[in-house]
Structures are given as C-alpha cells and as structure tokens.
C-alpha cells in the first residue's frame, strides 16, 4: 500500500473484502467533527478475528455511518498470552497503566481490590475505552479484555477452578521476603507451557495477610524486581516489559509489514 491512512478504527464488525461495516456514533463524529474526514477518505480497520483493512468511508451522519471494506493489509496474529492483575491507583494513574499495559501488549487486564488500596471504584466503560483507544494508536491487532474490579481474595479463590486459569502461574511482584529473579522465572513458565499473569499491589504494598495468603498458594511465583523500590505503574510496565523481551512477541523477527516502534 503506497500511502498507509493514520487513521486506525477498531470494529466489532465481521471483516471481509467487499462487505460494509458500520460505525458508531462515536466513531462517526470523531470521524467527521475531529479529523475533518469525509466519504471517500480511507482508513484502516482492524480486529482480533479479521485483522487489518483497509477501507473507506462510505457513509457519515450524527448517529453513524459506514465503511467499504476494500483490501487486508495484515493478518489476524496470535496475543501473547499474559495478563496483569493490578490494584487500582489514584489520579489519572489507572487509565495510564490500562494504556501502557495495551501497548505492551498484555490480553487481559483485571484491576484488583486490596486491603490497603485506596480506589474503591473504577469506570469500567472508560478504562475498556482506553484500552480501545490504545491499541488503535499503537496499531496491535486485538483489544484486551478489561474485567470488572473483583476482590483480590475472590480472585484467588475461582483461579483453580476457571479453564482460563488453570496451568496459568500467577507472578507476584515481591516486597519482601525470598524471590526469584524476574526472568528467570519467566523463561521457566516459558518452557513450561507460556501462560503467565503478574499481580502488582498498591501503592502501600499488600496486606501483611495477603502475603500469607499468596506465599501458601500453589500457582502463585514470587518474583524480585531489582534492588529499587518501583511505584506501582513502574512495576506493572517492567514486568510486561521483560515478559514480552523473554516470552511474548518481542522475540519474533519482524515481518514485512512492520510498524515503526514509536510514535
């Protein structure tokens, strides 16, 4: 494709050459009333299930509009199967680690409560919208799955049970007490199957009674994380970063349709 449009969708839609997919509202007034795009402007669109399109904007009114599907310009990929579990934090901080966790490619974000947390709540439509906003402008192919906020002891409790869990280690970023180091205990999940999910508590740390807790579970892995004491959103990007380095898929070469790494 000569010119690469800038602009990157995600659509729910089925994804095919030929077809129309629609907008929302939304999507069409961010479209027309931001961009200042028009019918015949084209675009990219992307999902999970299809991968990328190129398309062009058919239709645009107040409440939609619709997009020719024209040509794919990649294929579906699969997502490096790890997860954060995270306490939610104060100021802004939770979008931003919901942001930055999408860039760095996790598949399931599940914010957390924790006895000494101190966000009660979070917006559920807002961190997913982040999370959409995300992987549009770092031009991944899927979205994560934001979950609602769940009690950390509730968590523990179903992890055994759930499909989506089991076989699943679930690395613990360590505030005291015997750890191992970060990578080496990635390149052992690795090889032992390549399912992972890491738990970074709040800003105060977890409960003396969560340690207990998490030390005497089977599935949990302490993990150290350097000599410094990192903030919370810190620890959330550095251990994505090394699993991604070490596991995911910064270890693959990449191919000819290559984004630039920044932006």
């Known amino acids: 494709m000569a010119d690469r449009p800038r602009t990157r969708l995600h659509l729910d839609a089925p994804l095919a050459a030929g077809q129309a997919a629609g907008l929302s509202g939304d999507q069409a ?37 619709t997009v020719a599907v024209l040509e ?21 901080r939770t979008e931003y680690v919901v942001e930055k966790a999408t860039e760095l490619g996790v598949a399931r974000l599940c ?21 959409v906003e995300a992987a549009e402008q770092c031009e991944r192919l899927s979205v994560p799955v934001v979950d609602p906020l769940a009690d950390l002891d509730d968590v ?21 007490g015997a750890a191992q180091p970060l990578a080496a205990a990635v390149m052992a999940a690795t090889a032992a199957g390549g399912k992972a999910a890491f738990l970074v508590g709040p800003e105060g740390g977890l409960h003396p009674g969560e340690l207990d807790r998490l030390a005497k579970t089977p599935f949990v892995v302490p993990v150290g994380l350097g000599p410094r004491i990192l903030r919370a959103d810190t620890a959330a990007f550095a251990v994505l970063a090394v699993w991604q380095a070490l ?8 191919g000819q349709d290559a984004r630039p790494p920044f932006r």
């Open 29 to 65: 007034h961010y479209l027309r009333g931001v961009l200042r795009q028009a019918p015949g402007d084209r675009l990219l669109v992307f999902n999970e299930a299809g991968g990328e399109w190129l398309a062009e904007i058919a239709t645009l009114t107040k409440s939609g509009g």
């Open 72 to 92: 794919r310009t990649r294929p579906p990929a699969p997502v490096p199967d790890v997860w954060l579990l995270f306490a939610p934090l104060k100021g802004g």
């Open 111 to 131: 914010p957390v409560l924790t006895r000494r947390g101190d966000v009660p709540r979070v917006n559920l439509d807002r961190l997913r919208a982040n999370a």
């Open 156 to 176: 523990l409790d179903a992890w055994p049970d759930n499909p989506a869990t089991q076989d699943r280690p679930l690395f613990v970023a360590a505030e005291t």
């Open 247 to 254: 596991a995911g898929d910064w270890t693959s070469a990449p």
